[in-house]
């Protein structure tokens, strides 16, 4: 069984799922989502993580689900278990389509500000992606470190069954810290 526990200095992070759900649930019950925005996450959060998890399973050496913490907690929380750091790639962060938007309009769902709390250990600038990084997501995706010498074969593994996957950046050395660039 994979823990939250394991990665190591050089493995990629691979994200299984956009974030964005929290943010497009609150602005639902603020009527104010957009019907399509707010089908396709309800889409994203049916879509079933058994190959996924599967895939995950035999090549991770950390992995956790992405819930009500948000990115940011959950990669933290691998991060504290594995006593590593990490590097993650602003623009390689998949977003439901619509989330930005409403981050940007100041939309938050009632965990954001609780998720928030560990903000001093993500360096990057403020703006939505920030605040999505912070925002609880429902039925979120699997959030994996994969060694980096068999990262390509996986990420093709994930392409070949047309399963969704996005490679969103390094574990490095460090006390646990996510640095967002780009």
Known sequence: M????????GDAIVLTKPIGTGVLL?????????GDDYTAALTSMLRSQAKASQYLATAATAMTDVTGFGLAGHL???????GVSARLSGSAIPV???AWALAEAGMRSTLWASNMAISDQVSMPEGPLRDLLF????????????????VD??????????????RVGTIEAGPAHINVID
Request: hydrophobic share 40%; with cysteine.
């Open 26 to 34: 609150a602005a639902e019950m603020h009527q104010s989502a957009d």
């Open 76 to 82: 933290l929380n691998i991060l504290k278990a594995s």
């Open 2 to 9: 994979v823990q939250q526990s394991g990665a190591t200095v």
């Open 135 to 150: 925002d609880p997501q429902t039925c979120g995706g699997l959030l994996a470190t994969i060694p980096a010498a068999q």
């Open 153 to 166: 074969d996986l990420l093709r593994n994930f392409e070949d069954d047309n399963e969704p996957i996005w």
């Open 96 to 98: 439901l389509e619509g």
